[in-house]
């Protein structure tokens, strides 16, 4: 079984950054294309940014692309999410989400497994 532990989330003031890792307990994680996705409170899970297995191709979320960028080490069996000029409507649960395939994905029914999520609080 593959289980994903986020960490990195914290408060931070408006403007400034953040790195959330995302790290697997099996090295078959090198495998996955992966995702992050976020929940505010009140409102339905989103996506962020995904990244195919290669690490080759991305895909992000509107209002987030040019802020964040995500990346991975397969050596370290750990996927980041680089989080700058945060906003305070980026405060969520972030989590992190593994498929086993190429390609990267955007719905959560995509994804197999699932991390627990770190909060990340914007204050303004």
């Known amino acids: 079984q593959v289980r994903l532990t986020e960490s990195g989330g914290g408060l931070v003031q408006a403007g400034g950054s953040l790195r959330l890792s995302c790290t697997a307990n099996?090295?078959?994680?090198?495998?996955?294309?992966v995702g992050w996705y976020r929940q505010a409170p009140g409102k339905e899970r989103e996506f962020v940014a995904a990244?195919?297995?290669?690490?080759?191709?991305?895909d992000y979320a509107e209002s987030v692309k040019g802020r964040f960028a995500i990346s991975r080490s397969n050596d370290r069996n750990t996927v980041y999410l680089q989080m700058s000029d945060l906003k305070p409507e980026d405060t969520a649960v972030y989590s992190c989400?593994?498929?086993?395939?190429?390609?990267?994905?955007?719905?959560?029914?995509?994804?197999?497994?699932w991390g627990q999520g770190t909060q990340v609080t914007v204050s303004s």
């Open positions: 990244l195919s297995r290669s690490g080759a191709d991305s």
């Open positions: 099996r090295g078959a994680f090198r495998e996955f294309a």
């Open positions: 989400a593994g498929r086993r395939t190429i390609l990267t994905a955007r719905s959560t029914r995509d994804y197999d497994y």
